[in-house]
């Protein structure tokens, strides 16, 4: 942000110089041609004297010159063109950060609503951008609490994720083993649940005892990334532990010598 101040300075000093070339021209112009007035009446009543002038007349007749109004619009469209500039990587963040907390909420709820409502839910990831939700109707007390032959209802409509924001593994975002959100994955798939049996799933099972399984009733770890395609900066991600149903949020950060890393 320092080095668009500068920018910004640099831009408003021009600015002044050129209002100031603008301005102070028509000023003395001005000056002048009410000195002029002046000495015109004095000779015309006979006074070789200078009179004193009433008031600088020379406002009443002072209108706007072409010069002026172009760096009145001059300062308008470059004022306008920094604050664009400056405020559309931050509605890029403000709509990542929304997505991100809508899969957080999510996921939260429906690992909550499943140990208070002892049933089963299923949350699926389609992609690119919908969440969809829904809850078990088992037909019997050991299908509500293993999950085991249950069939599911829509617990609510389906969700979409802001404008422009996407699940997405965004090619940049760190895939090392242990540089990715808790070791899960690879940072290749944008859906990655089930990691320690294949990875790839994009639904979960949570628990009424907290759990989140796969469809084979096995603990499911992984990751979900969401981005704006093509804009690395704009990822964040949202990781699951199986054995308890945690959820955890991640922020990619840029380091100073420009490599990016994972940050809570």
Not at 25 to 49: C, D, I, Q
Request: no cysteine; glycine share 8%.
């Amino acid at each position: 942000m320092k080095q668009y101040s500068d920018r910004s300075q640099r831009i408003f000093s021009f600015l002044e110089i050129l209002i100031a070339a603008a301005i102070i021209p028509n000023m003395g112009h001005a000056t002048y041609m009410s000195g002029r007035r002046s000495a015109a009446t004095n000779k015309m009543h006979g006074n070789s004297l200078p009179q004193k002038s009433p008031g600088p007349r020379w406002h009443a007749e002072q209108g706007f010159s072409v010069l002026e109004m172009a760096v009145v619009v001059s300062v308008i469209l470059i004022v306008s063109a920094i604050a664009v500039f400056n405020i559309l990587p931050l509605l890029k963040k403000s709509r990542a950060d929304a997505a991100q907390e809508l899969v957080l909420g999510e996921m939260r709820r429906a690992h909550e609503r499943a140990i208070d409502e002892r049933r089963i839910y299923r949350l699926t990831f389609v992609a690119p951008q919908t969440i969809q939700l829904e809850v078990g109707t088992p037909a019997n007390l050991q299908a509500r609490i293993t999950g085991s032959a249950a069939a599911f209802a829509q617990a609510q409509p389906p969700l979409v994720l802001p404008k422009s924001i996407q699940f997405s593994a965004v090619p940049g975002i760190p895939v090392a083993a242990g540089a990715v959100p808790d070791g899960f994955g690879t940072g290749a798939t944008a859906i990655d649940f089930d990691v320690d049996n294949g990875g790839g799933q994009t639904q979960i099972y949570f628990q009424p005892d907290g759990r989140a399984l796969d469809s084979q009733n096995r603990l499911s770890n992984g990751v979900v990334y969401l981005a704006e395609p093509s804009q690395l900066l704009t990822s964040r991600a949202v990781s699951l532990y199986g054995s308890t149903g945690r959820v955890k949020a991640w922020l990619l950060l840029k380091n100073p010598d420009g490599s990016v890393r994972w940050t809570q």
